[in-house]
């Protein structure tokens, strides 16, 4: 079934000028209850040595001119200011990303984003801030683990906007429990009067090994009804549409040319390198991560090593349930062709997924726009179900 087109790359673990590159800042004030990415209490943790690290992995493999650059975490607003200076003015000895990236983003939490960070990022190349608000509700922040408090919130929002931002993000979560409408549409409607340029909206999970997790198994806390997280999440689409953000991708919304180039390009399948513990990337067909340990990473980095703790090439049909699977999370859906040449799909072999996107849409699943495959409004809320129906085509799917 898979019938593979070779990959021409020379060097798999040297990505072309221009992939997007991640960079993955690991400390926080403190680590929230919910969160499963790699991250660690800052205090007392060796910042500078952290950024000399990444600067030096990025030595080794970082793309040159990436066309977009995201800062993420952890918490980069944590950083230091000096830090900062340091990481970014690094990177643009490494390359260039200045001169050649319309979309430079830094993850941001309330309590590290004064007025005087805001302007010295915006100063060193960043274009967008996003701000991870996560509710209005102190209760749910203490909750959440969070360390700010609402009022920050908003003063973060102006610090970033007196800096100079044209583009700032706003992160919420949802379907928390205990959440009502009342409360969501409230809190949201207050969140949207303030004017961003992009919504980040996401359910709560609870993800393995966080405290939520241990939380719902011992009856500490109680799930949504699912029938109340749909109603959040159509009351969330409905209000960001009213607001001027309409939805591009299950999560997330924005203003018309607003939505982040940077993700954009993950739901498309494309290439991307990550620096820092825990980073991943995707370099050719072959996707790799960095240790998830501070100690292991930088060791391997400070003696010239790669830092990847582990790399796979999953099959050619495997990749391609991907592609589906990534890019019907966007509102503009799924191009076949362009998925079977983001996969390596041989262009003149017989295509099962297309089939089955046909026939999805032959049932009300999806539905065509152009050339593309879209979540129809009844297939938007059971997105995931529809995915597997794509990797149920999957013939090998050990890499």
């Given at each position: 079934m898979s019938a593979a087109a070779p990959s021409v790359r020379a060097n798999p673990d040297r990505a072309t000028a221009g992939t997007p590159l991640y960079v993955h800042l690991p400390f926080c004030a403190a680590k929230c209850h919910y969160c499963d990415f790699f991250s660690v209490a800052g205090e007392g943790q060796d910042g500078p040595g952290m950024v000399a690290a990444i600067l030096a992995e990025a030595k080794q493999r970082a793309p040159q001119r990436p066309r977009t650059v995201f800062l993420g975490g952890g918490t980069?607003?944590?950083?230091?200011?000096?830090?900062?200076?340091?990481?970014?003015?690094?990177?643009?000895?490494?390359?260039?990303?200045?001169?050649?990236?319309?979309?430079?983003?830094?993850?941001?939490?309330?309590?590290?984003?004064?007025?005087?960070?805001?302007?010295?990022?915006?100063?060193?190349?960043?274009?967008?801030?996003?701000?991870?608000?996560?509710?209005?509700?102190?209760?749910?922040?203490?909750?959440?683990?969070?360390?700010?408090?609402?009022?920050?919130?908003?003063?973060?929002?102006?610090?970033?906007?007196?800096?100079?931002?044209?583009?700032?993000?706003?992160?919420?979560?949802?379907?928390?429990?205990?959440?009502?409408?009342?409360?969501?549409?409230?809190?949201?409607?207050?969140?949207?009067?303030?004017?961003?340029?992009?919504?980040?909206?996401?359910?709560?999970?609870?993800?393995?090994?966080?405290?939520?997790?241990?939380?719902?198994?011992?009856?500490r806390l109680q799930a949504l009804p699912e029938e109340l997280e749909l109603e959040l999440f159509d009351v969330t689409r409905d209000l960001a549409r009213k607001a001027g953000l309409p939805a591009y991708e299950i999560s997330n919304y924005a203003r018309p040319t607003e939505a982040c180039r940077h993700n954009v390009n993950y739901w498309r399948n494309g290439e991307y390198v990550g620096l820092g513990p825990s980073a991943a990337s995707k370099v050719g067909f072959t996707r790799s991560g960095n240790a998830r340990s501070i100690a292991l990473y930088r060791r391997a980095v400070e003696q010239g090593e790669s830092a990847a703790a582990w790399d796979e090439t999953p099959s050619t049909s495997l990749r391609l349930a991907e592609t589906w699977w990534l890019g019907l999370r966007l509102a503009d859906g799924v191009v076949a062709a362009r998925a079977r040449e983001t996969a390596g799909w041989a262009s003149d072999a017989h295509d099962?997924?297309?089939?089955?996107?046909?026939?999805?849409?032959?049932?009300?699943?999806?539905?065509?726009?152009?050339?593309?495959?879209?979540?129809?409004?009844?297939?938007?809320?059971?997105?995931?179900?529809?995915?597997?129906?794509f990797f149920e085509l999957v013939d090998d799917p050990a890499p």
């Open positions: 980069p607003s944590y950083q230091s200011e000096p830090e900062l200076r340091a990481l970014l003015d690094g990177l643009q000895a490494v390359t260039d990303f200045r001169s050649s990236a319309d979309e430079v983003t830094a993850e941001c939490n309330p309590e590290s984003l004064s007025f005087e960070k805001a302007r010295l990022l915006h100063d060193l190349g960043v274009t967008r801030l996003s701000i991870g608000f996560q509710s209005l509700e102190p209760e749910v922040l203490t909750l959440f683990g969070r360390v700010h408090d609402v009022d920050e919130s908003f003063r973060a929002y102006d610090n970033a906007r007196r800096a100079g931002f044209d583009r700032v993000n706003v992160d919420l979560i949802y379907a928390y429990p205990g959440h009502t409408r009342e409360h969501w549409e409230r809190d949201l409607a207050r969140v949207l009067a303030l004017g961003p340029d992009h919504l980040a909206a996401y359910n709560l999970t609870f993800e393995e090994e966080t405290p939520f997790e241990r939380w719902l198994t011992d009856g099962p997924f297309e089939e089955r996107a046909r026939s999805l849409a032959d049932e009300g699943w999806l539905e065509r726009r152009g050339a593309s495959f879209a979540l129809s409004a009844r297939g938007l809320p059971l997105a995931d179900m529809l995915a597997r129906r």
